[in-house]
């Protein structure tokens, strides 16, 4: 688990899917339901797989010498909210944020957004790694698999860190392509029908 945390935040790195330190990664361990989360202010570049520190669904940390990330709270609370999750991926990605800083939420403009769901709600601000934060997401987060976050970022989760990553990614590209979009025009929004269809369809594809 601290290979695939640290593989994929060197990945957030080189996409230059958050700026600086302000991503964080987790995964869940399904037999042991232990985490491990990326450490809180540390340059990816230079981490090993021993600053991936190791904690339980409480929070204590169980193996490592670095403090957890500064946003466990919300990661733990979405693993006790969703048992289905076993990923968070949280960025602060340019076009997403900037959507979250117009307060708003990300609309079926894009059939990419299947990931997420139908759309990405919007959860409203709270100062980072509070515990109100970490209510307020998981009161919104649903059945969605990603959220955008008011002021502050973009969160996706997922049955895989593969997924949760990707579900960020793409949350990432069709902020962009709203926002783009709505330089020229109103955006054509996807129906609710025409979602479903791409997500049924989202549950076949790729190499079985
Ligand atoms: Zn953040």
Redesign the pocket.
């Known amino acids: 688990m601290k290979n695939e945390v640290l593989k994929y935040l060197l990945k957030m790195e080189a996409e230059q899917l958050s700026p600086g330190t ?1 991503g964080n990664i987790s995964m869940r361990d399904s037999s042991s339901g232990l985490i491990a989360i990326s450490p809180s202010g540390l340059e990816y570049k230079s981490l090993t797989h021993e600053d991936i520190v190791i904690i339980d669904l409480d929070g204590k940390i169980v193996e490592g010498s670095n403090r957890p990330s500064s ?1 466990m709270d919300f990661h733990l609370a979405l693993y006790r909210e969703r048992s289905d999750c076993q990923a968070v991926v ?1 960025t ?1 990605s340019h076009f997403a944020t900037t959507l979250a800083c117009l307060g708003k939420e990300l609309p079926a403009v894009h059939y990419m957004i299947a990931y997420a769901g139908e759309k990405v709600p919007l959860a409203n601000y709270h100062t ?1 790694g509070t515990p109100e934060l970490a209510q307020e997401i998981s009161k919104k987060i649903q059945n969605y698999y990603a959220l955008l976050m008011e002021n ?2 973009v969160l996706a989760i997922g049955p895989s860190l593969k997924y949760a990553y990707n579900c960020a990614a793409s949350v990432e590209f069709v902020a962009q392509i709203y926002l783009q979009a709505m330089q020229v025009g109103t955006p054509k929004i996807l129906s609710s029908v025409q979602m479903q269809e791409v997500m049924a369809k989202f549950k076949n594809y790729g190499q079985k």
Do not use: A, D, Q
């Open positions: 302000s946003e949280h602060h980072f502050h970022g």
